[in-house]
């Protein structure tokens, strides 16, 4: 008897709960008569739920299975008749049920219970099959009655008897009708509330039911309802679409894990077709991956989203099926990592992911030419990307070559294939921007903080570098643009790497014309000052002079640098038809040079500048 224990704490707990468990009984053992008797019963079941709640926040421990039974035979008598009661005497019941499933029956309850409430829960969340039924159950207590479901599910899933009930030939096909009434809750989008318990449902199905077969068969119904919901961010709120996502990782390594579809794999051709009447067989693998891979394609779009909720689930998404889908879903390798570079946090970011997609690639090494590829592919769209008339998609391509670079670097997989797309992306990337701007741009403004650089500005020792019109992005709305540029530019490579791209540009500026040459010599003295840059941070805790050949010296760079630049400055004077860009380059590098030189510079500053500064005919050239 549910009232015969040693234990005082229970004995005390059932005292409490008898006088409201026997009125119950009392009033709701026949059809509801009247409005009083309803009214008391509402009371009852609602004063029944503060007791249970009350001793679940004391002490847990003292609510057992035997307790929740004697809890559950007035309630049953409720649900058996509740189209003749109100809204909120279901959702008290309701919420007695919920307490009962999680904190009294927990893993003991019985399989028949569980077979029970699954059809009755059902039908309070989406009617009676076949009927139709106009009237819609209240949102909240559409809401109760899926939270109860939630519970069921997760408490059935800790006992093996009461989860093999669940895919009993006779229960299936209501856990088959269960599942669909879910999928339509989150579809349905009625309240989030409703959508993200619904959510939590499709949660418990796939992680309490151990019957593969019986998830196979409901994966294609989900992943298409989750697809469909997932296709249209604008329509629902952050919180709901994270879920989806995280429910769509839970399904997907349920079903299709590598640890599930194990035995599929390794069979042959010819078992196979012995097999095909089975619902785990290798052509239902490769049907099912197939369209996986079209799910997640759609799915995967949601990498752009400004929430980083959503951001977060997607990266999740990505790395937990590249390690535990890691041979099924080999034909979705590409998307994932390109999804897990791109989505991979900024450097001193707060991150939930405990693995990076980097881990991966050292636990599975094809991983890392899949990276490579991800990457070559990025770099070569780069210089297309830059002519788009879309600011944020220009910044976004940025970000996602540096984050795919620096992996590179991290993993070590630097090839010379991948050094000359970069140089080559960078160099093609400026000429764009440059083309896009007009060879002959004229400046329309001029800071009025510009002021003429003397040659006593140059060789102070206090002196500090210039302010000059932008030349690269100058316009307003391309700052953030040309902030993520240099930003690539300063983190491409070791300072090493730095400098060799710096002197592969400045071969380039002398054998190229117009705007390519403007970009290799601008790009030249960038990817110089990031190497100075890059040095003297080393230089702060080591001395490595020593070890630093003449080529991976940025002083040999600058010095080469200097002389083409001086070699233009002395040309323009006798040809001017110069692009005015191209000798403002050079005098930022000359000026740099003499910032870096100081007092030593003296004796270059009247041949260098003196006779361009009277001579020169570029109004454009000599404003900068």
Known sequence: MANVSPNPARNEFFQQLKPCCVSISRIAIDPPKGVTA??????????????ISTQINRDASVFDDKLADYVFFPLSHVFRNQEGYPARLLE???R???????????GSISPQIVEQLVILLTFIVGGVPGQNDQHKSPEETTLEALRALTALITAAGSSAAA?????????????GHGVTVVIDSVASGRTPEIQLESLRALQAVFGSIKDHAALATLLPGVVSALTKLLSMPAHEKTR?????????????????????TRAISRETAANSEADNQKVLS????????????????????????????VRDALADLSLTLLDECHTTLENCSSILVESATMLEPEEDAPSTLTTSLQDLATIHPELAEVIKVTVYNWLTALPRIMQSAEEEKKQAAIRNVLKGTELVTRLQLDSSTLSDAVSMALRDSVSSLLAGDGQKQVVQSVSSSLVPLSGKDLTRADSTAADYSLIVLGHESQITTRSELLRLISKVGSASQQVKLSLDMLDYSQELTDASQVSSLWLSFELVKAAFTRTSDVDDYLDLSSVTTESEDPETALRELYAFSVSLIDASMENTDVDWRLEAVALEVVAYAASRSREAFRPELIDVLYPEEVASCSTEQFTH
């Open 92 to 94: 008290a019941t309701l």
């Open 96 to 106: 007695c049920l919920t307490a009962i499933t999680v904190h009294g029956w927990k």
């Open 240 to 260: 709901v679409l994270a879920a989806a996502i995280t429910t769509l990782r839970l399904v997907l390594v349920a079903v299709v894990g590598d640890m599930k």
């Open 282 to 309: 290798r052509p239902w693998l490769n049907a099912t991956v197939a369209q996986i891979k079209l799910a997640l394609a759609s799915v995967m779009k949601l990498r752009n989203s400004k929430a980083h909720e």
């Open 163 to 175: 989860a093999a009930s669940l895919v009993d030939a006779k229960t299936i096909p209501a856990l």
């Open 38 to 51: 309803i009214r008391q019963l509402v009371d009852l079941t609602e004063e029944l739920h503060g007791i």
